[in-house]
C-alpha cells in the first residue's frame, strides 16, 4: 500500500517580506512536492508577482478551495486574500499585517479539523499583524492560544542537525526573565521537551541539560540563587514525572566546550540564551 504523504500547511506570512522567496525558492526543486503534500495558505496571485519580481522559473500551482482538494505531487494553494490585495516590498503597511493574519487563521483552522498535519509559518511583521485577535508577540504564543489550554502549553524549540534547544521563557524582555520562572513551567517544559523527544525523534530515553540562569550557575549563591530554589527543585520534580536531565550548566561552558553533543535536548532559561 503507497504511503500517505503528509500534508504541510505553508502560511506566506508578510506579503511585503521574504516569505514567496523562500516559498518559491524552496519548490523550483520539484523534489520537495515527493517528499509532502504542501498547501500554501496565501494568494496565487501574489505569489505570481514575487516569482516574477525574482526572475524564478514558473512553478505550476495547484489552486484549490479546501486542503482535503490538495494534489499529491502538486504544489497546492488556497487563496485566502482579494486578488487586488497590493504588494509594497520592504513595506509596513497594515494591508500585509491583515494578508498574514487571514493566512494564519485559515491554516490554523484547517490544522483544528484535522486536514493538515503540519504548520509551517513564514515570517510576519510582529507590529502590522496586530488586531482584536492576534495580540501577541509572536507565532508561538498565538498558536499556544489556539491549541492550549489550562494544562497545555506550547515549547519553542529551535533545531540544528542534532543540537535541540528549547526555551523555558519565550518573548519577554530580558529584565523580567528571573521573576518568571517558576518550578512549575520549568517541570511542564521538560515534561513537553522529554514527550517530544521521544514522539517526533524516536529517542527512547532522552537525556535534557539544563541551563542555569545566572553566571557559574550561580556560583553556590553568590551570584544568584534561582539555581537553587527553582531549577534544581524543578529537575528533581521533573525526575519523579520520568524526565532525565542533568545540570544546571552555565551556559557560556557548556556551548563553548559542545557538552550539548552528550545530550539529546538542551532546555535555556530565556529566549537570547538558547539562540545565541
Known amino acids: 500500500m503507497e504511503e500517505r504523504l503528509i500534508k504541510v500547511g505553508i502560511t506566506h506570512g508578510d506579503i511585503n517580506g521574504i516569505g514567496y522567496e523562500v516559498i518559491l525558492k524552496t519548490f523550483s526543486d520539484t523534489r520537495m512536492a515527493e517528499l509532502c503534500t504542501p498547501i500554501i495558505y ?3 496571485k501574489i505569489a505570481a508577482y514575487h516569482r516574477k519580481a525574482l526572475e524564478l522559473p514558473p512553478i505550476n500551482m495547484n ?3 479546501h486542503a482535503e482538494d490538495a494534489g499529491v505531487n502538486r504544489v497546492n494553494i488556497i487563496n ?7 504588494v509594497e516590498l520592504s513595506k509596513s503597511t497594515p494591508v500585509a499585517g491583515e494578508s498574514a493574519f487571514k493566512a494564519l487563521e485559515a491554516a490554523v483552522t484547517d490544522m483544528k479539523r484535522g486536514v493538515v498535519d503540519v504548520l509551517l509559518t513564514a515570517p510576519i511583521n510582529k507590529h502590522n499583524i496586530q488586531n482584536e485577535d492576534f495580540h501577541f508577540p509572536g507565532h508561538t504564543e498565538y498558536l499556544e492560544k489556539c491549541f492550549g489550554g489550562l494544562d497545555k502549553k506550547a515549547l519553542m ?3 540544528k542537525d542534532d543540537l535541540r534547544v528549547a526555551l523555558v521563557t519565550g518573548h519577554i524582555p530580558l529584565s523580567q526573565v528571573a521573576s518568571s520562572l517558576n518550578v512549575g513551567d520549568i517541570v511542564n517544559k521538560l515534561r513537553i521537551f522529554n514527550q517530544s523527544l521521544k514522539q517526533d525523534f524516536g529517542i527512547v530515553k532522552p537525556r535534557i541539560a539544563v541551563l542555569s540562569l545566572n553566571p557559574h550557575a550561580g556560583d553556590a549563591g553568590l551570584l544568584g540563587t534561582e539555581e537553587e530554589t527553582i531549577i534544581i527543585p524543578a529537575m528533581q520534580e521533573a525526575e519523579k514525572k520520568g524526565v532525565m536531565s542533568f545540570g544546571p550548566y552555565a551556559a557560556d561552558g557548556f556551548f563553548g566546550s559542545q557538552m550539548y553533543d552528550k545530550f539529546d535536548g538542551v532546555l535555556a532559561m530565556y529566549h537570547d540564551q538558547g539562540l545565541a
Open 157 to 159: 524549540i529551535l533545531m
Open 80 to 86: 485566502c486574500v482579494e486578488d487586488e490585495t497590493k
Open 42 to 44: 496565501g494568494s496565487s
Open 63 to 65: 489552486i484549490i478551495s
